[in-house]
């Protein structure tokens, strides 16, 4: 039996996966999350934890940079991206970067209960129609170098990159993070080195490159 963590912002979205996991996949506790920092405060809270299930597209969450900085915080454990998106480019990103399934919200119960066995002894999976396409390509070397930037970044220091994607204030990063103007300048000095870039708009673009378009619709898919 496993202990799962879904992170979906999508409370509909997610109560329907949890019901379809429990008819195809044996669990003795499941932790529900709603936001990035939500979920990085389930996982301190619960070091035992066997599976992550993560949606891309949560608060707080930049694309695949939160799975980024996930995968470097909790490397022994497995991550399963959920998405809307079945575009084959992203699937193969997602892999690249450290997840162990990726799983679209279209997914049949039973195919998403194969996944998840497949994954708790070990394996890696993606649907079965496009396997070949994704683990027969190789990453794009400039994104696996900038993900790997990425990953020597702090936990606040990946809120603030977050802040600076969304065009906050010094003023307004160090009000909701509780700490001064000064340590948030720090911080991005440190976020500069880090990235290898001089000024905010760089930050911006370089982070862009590892981010999602937002989805069209995040209508509740039939599970």
Known sequence: MAKLIVADDHPLFRNALIHAISNT????ATIETDSFEATCEALLEHPDADLLLLDLHMPGNCGFLGLIQLR???PTLPIVVIS??????????????????????????AEIGKALNAVIDGELWVPPAIRGQVMNQQQHQPDLDLAAKVAELTPQQYKVLFYLTEGWLNKQIAYDLHISEATVKAHITAIFRKLGVTNRTQVVIQAQRLQ????????????
Do not use: N
């Not at 999602?212 to 599970?223: G, H, I, M, N, R």
């Open 212 to 223: 999602l378009e937002a989805p069209a619709d995040k209508t509740l898919v039939a599970l």
């Open 25 to 28: 996949f044996v669990t003795k």
């Open 84 to 109: 809307a998106s079945d575009d084959v480019d992203v699937i193969k990103r997602v892999m690249a970067f450290g997840a162990s399934a990726f799983i679209p919200k279209s997914s049949h119960p």
């Open 72 to 74: 470097k915080q909790y």
